[in-house]
């Protein structure tokens, strides 16, 4: 099995594998920087910048699961992004459900797409993986694109109620909705720290590095992958319907092919198979199109560059690079 | 007039001819991502933009030099499969001993950056490129009209598919080609030089794009996009036939032009989409794709 995250020239996985007390500090340590900075952000930067921060980098963090982690490079994560961003828009504003409920039901439908899709996926390996998820996405792009019923077509699902949280709370304030978003983010980050380092993490990562011989120990590699797929489908899933509460609009940008570009180069940027690198990515990729809105197609032509600037120079990513210099595993 | 269940001729006919140049075109993208990847060991994810760019050449040629259309169809594969061979030179060569997938983050990147320079220079709304005038007008051929310039692409696709072919399968370059593919240690210890072979073929396949995109200009608007949604499919296109065979990318690549277009005659809403629908049986009929090899 190929996969990316042990073939860079340092290897950050390896590094990564050795759980030592040192690291369990550093990253509790990190988890209380992390929340302190959740706390403070919205008194300092634009609550709704951070919040599409926090939604992106779950996203990533969701992204770098499968890919970091499980070593398969999914190209159409979009898919689950959108289809749960159009779901939990579309029950929020059509079947009037409260914001949680939407979130939670549009997260189920990118479980069971992520099911779907994993299961066809990894029949096949490496490249043709890649590929197969890619159209797959495209497939979801196209039924967006054609049932305007549901998803509004090229106007996307517009002006859909954020609702009050259980009934109660209402959240249509900024600074309300902030903390929801956060604790949102903040369980998803916890939950794949847990995920890594379970046995079930360890098992998918000695698949990643050795899939005939994970085999041949008595894994079931294929369980191994598709749970490991619907995991980060179902993240990304959350990720994406809980966008389309915070932005009230769901579209077919959501679901487009530059949407999972986008997420790669997010993991990328930040550090492929490092636990806190899809969120320094995220920040720096969402940062970077706030202030290249202007310029239009560019936004595509720098986006371009920072991927083939990284494939080349920096694949180990910026919090790869920081590991590497601490010698400890992010 | 008579009906075939219920279509006129007119439409199905037309629309199975526009199946087949679009197949043409899967055809020979295919063809090109299959030579690639068998010697480099990477999905091209440039190939749509590079088949862009070769309307778009061809569209310069004739705007800005006063060049034809016949000799924008040498010279567009020329010029793009130049580029491509600086792209492999400069770049894909860097990160060779690497994982293949970074091969596709990397050529994925460039995509990126070709498109979004054409659109700032360009726009999207699409250039006009007109028939060549030896090719202007059609046949009537009693049950529909054919066109001369959409008869002459799927001519001419077919020709250059079966002349890579020839090329690949019965020549002594296709031999060294093949044997690269093979075991390109091994190949070079025979005095074969492996790396050449590499860029030249890389610059091939991405002429073969190019020589796609001339075709395609005169058909649809010369456009920064056309590139980006038609390579997702020429992927699955891929996935169903398998890179091992170069006859099974032709054949896969007109096979599936020829049902899409009959899509659109029964079925219209599923035409975009069932490639992709026939994609995902294949994987669970027969994951190696029709012409694969077993992993």
Not at chain 1, 5 to 11: H, I, L, M, N, R
Not at chain 1, 111 to 119: D, E, N, S, Y
Not at chain 1, 244 to 264: H, K, P, R
């Amino acid at each position: 099995m190929t996969n990316l995250a042990s073939t860079t020239d340092t290897p950050a996985a390896a590094v990564l594998t050795e759980t030592d007390d040192g690291a369990a500090r550093l990253h509790r340590n990190l988890f209380i920087a992390i929340a302190a900075v959740l706390v403070v952000a919205p008194f300092v930067a634009y609550p709704v910048f951070v919040m599409k921060v926090l939604c992106f980098a779950l996203f990533a963090l969701a992204f770098n699961l499968l890919l970091g982690y499980g070593g398969l490079l999914s190209f159409g994560h979009a898919a689950y992004f959108g289809m749960a961003s159009y779901v939990s828009a579309y029950t929020a504003k059509n079947w009037g459900l409260t914001p949680e409920l939407a979130i939670l039901l549009g997260t189920a439908v990118a479980a069971v797409l992520g099911t779907v899709f994993g299961a066809l996926a990894i029949r096949r390996q490496g490249i043709y993986f890649a590929m197969i998820t890619l159209a797959l996405a495209q497939m979801v792009f196209f039924f967006s694109l054609q049932t305007p019923r549901f998803t509004g077509g090229e106007d996307g699902i517009q002006a859909v109620p954020r609702g009050k949280l259980f009934g109660l709370v209402s959240l249509a304030d900024d600074r309300v909705l902030y903390w929801l978003v956060a604790a949102i983010f903040m369980g998803g980050l916890l939950l794949i720290y847990r995920i890594i380092h379970s046995p079930f993490g360890q098992v998918c990562k000695a698949i990643r590095d050795n899939e005939p011989r994970a085999i041949s120990l008595g894994y079931r590699a294929n369980q191994y992958k598709l749970m490991v797929f619907v995991l980060s489908a179902t993240l990304a899933g959350l990720a994406g319907a809980t966008k389309a509460i915070v932005f009230q609009l769901a579209s077919l940008t959501d679901v487009y092919w530059t949407m999972s570009g986008e997420v790669v180069l997010m993991t990328l940027v930040g550090g492929l198979g490092t636990v806190f690198g899809p969120i320094v990515g995220a920040i720096v990729i969402v940062a970077m199109q706030n202030y290249l809105a202007t310029l239009g197609a560019w936004v595509t032509v720098v986006q371009g560059v920072v991927f083939v600037v990284c494939v080349l120079l920096f694949r180990e990513g910026i919090v790869g690079v920081i590991a590497k210099a601490i010698k400890k595993p992010l | 007039m008579f009906e075939l269940l219920g279509i006129p001729p007119q439409a199905l006919f037309g629309q199975v001819l526009l199946g087949l140049i679009n197949g043409s075109f899967y055809a020979i993208l295919s063809l090109g991502l299959a030579v690639i990847f068998g010697l480099l060991n990477i999905i091209n994810f440039t190939h749509g933009a590079q088949y862009m760019m070769g309307a778009f050449v061809a569209w310069m040629c004739l705007n800005y030099l006063g060049i034809n259309y016949w000799v924008a169809l040498v010279l567009a594969p020329i010029i793009v499969g130049a580029t491509g061979i600086a792209i492999e030179r400069l770049l894909l060569k860097r990160i060779a001993h690497l994982d293949h997938l970074y091969g596709l983050l990397l050529t994925f990147g460039l995509a990126l950056i070709i498109q979004g320079l054409f659109r700032n220079q360009y726009g999207s709304s699409g250039l006009p490129y007109a028939i060549p005038p030896q090719l202007a007008g059609g046949q009537n051929l009693g049950f529909m009209f054919l066109p001369n310039y959409r008869a002459w692409v799927i001519v001419a696709s077919l020709v250059v598919c079966l002349g890579t072919w020839f090329l690949i399968e019965k020549t002594k370059l296709g031999a060294y080609l093949r044997a690269a593919t093979e075991n390109p240690t091994l190949t070079q210890a025979f005095g074969i030089n492996v790396p050449l072979l590499v860029t030249l073929t890389y610059g091939f396949g991405v002429a073969l794009a190019a020589f796609a995109g001339v075709l395609a200009a005169p058909i649809y608007s010369v456009n920064p996009n056309m590139g980006g949604d038609l390579i997702i499919v020429v992927f699955a296109v891929v996935v169903i036939g398998g890179m091992g065979s170069i006859m099974g990318a032709i054949v896969t690549g007109f096979s599936l032009g020829l049902i899409e277009g009959l899509t659109k005659v029964f079925y219209p809403e599923a035409a975009a989409t069932v490639i992709f629908i026939i994609m995902v049986l294949v994987l669970l009929v027969k994951p190696a794709g029709l012409f694969g090899r077993p992993a």
